[in-house]
């Protein structure tokens, strides 16, 4: 299988370094463009006013080639598929990690792994995002949840990946053995409060660190969160296709009425 992989916590990243080595000794043709540095949080941002540099590294860890760039997690994803790879090496499918910490909830939300991901999605490619939930680079882990993706991958081949649509992954630290089991999930909720540190400067100027603590309020059974706190594996399929589609029979019915929303602009001046 070709597989395309990225990430947003950077080249040097511990997560990645597993992904590619496990990915490679199961005879993956591994292709890697990931940022020069740690982009967590970047969101589905891309760069359009600046350039965006690229650099061909030499092959490691079992990868047939390996670019770094100075975008985005998206832009990645983005000019790998566009603009980088050869018309032989488009992958099968695309993977963003090994993240460092969880993108849970409504966190995936700010999250450039899952960006990666979604980002393939919308170029119609397979994909999937693939978070720890440890903070702590320690490869016993990583090791472990890219085995998981090993395993996992083969069981890809009878699902047809939804339109529009990502799996995301969530792995407690844990090595294999300790491991609960795996868990298809919703999205929970919130997975950190909103507190800033508000400090000053040497210079007698104000600024704020972002300091959210992880939240201990129950989820209920069936979440991402919820699973990996029973010290399950996640996967939860989510989409970017955000209508609300439940709401627009309300909307018709209270801004159209008749079935026409013809009450403000060049269809309501005909009627005056």
């Known amino acids: 299988m070709k597989i395309l992989i990225s990430n947003d916590d ?57 670019w770094v760039t100075n975008g985005t997690p998206g832009d990645c994803v983005k000019i790998a598929i566009c603009a980088l790879l050869d018309k032989n090496e488009l992958p099968d499918i695309v993977i963003s990690g090994i993240n460092h910490g ?10 450039g792994t899952v960006s990666c991901a979604l980002e393939a999605a919308m170029l119609n490619y397979p994909s999937i995002a693939v978070s720890l939930s440890s903070m702590t680079p320690d490869p016993t882990y990583f090791n472990s949840t890219a085995k998981f993706v090993c395993r ?43 507190n800033y540190d508000k400090r000053i400067d040497p210079r007698g100027k104000v600024y704020y660190w972002m300091a959210g603590e992880l939240t201990s309020k129950h989820e209920e059974d069936g979440t991402d969160i919820s699973a990996v706190r029973a010290n399950r594996i996640s996967i939860t399929p989510i989409t970017f296709e955000m209508t609300h589609k439940n709401v627009i029979a309300d909307l018709e019915h209270e801004f159209c009425e008749g079935g ?6 060049y269809g309501a001046l005909k009627k005056v």
């Open 260 to 265: 026409k929303c013809d009450w403000y602009g």
């Open 10 to 66: 950077g080249i040097a990243a511990q997560g990645i370094k597993a992904l590619i080595s496990n990915l490679s000794k199961e005879n993956h043709e591994v292709y890697v463009v990931a940022p020069d540095r740690e982009r967590s949080a970047a969101g589905h941002s891309l760069t359009l006013h600046t350039p965006i540099r690229v650099e061909e590294l030499e092959s490691k860890f079992g990868a047939k080639r390996v």
């Open 102 to 111: 969880p993108n849970l909830g409504q966190d995936i939300l700010y999250s």
């Open 152 to 194: 996992f991958l083969p069981k890809l081949k009878n699902i047809v990946f939804p339109k529009n649509s990502i799996l995301n992954i969530n792995a407690p630290a844990l090595e294999e053995e300790d491991v609960a089991g795996v868990e298809i999930t919703k999205l929970g909720t919130k997975m950190f409060t909103n």
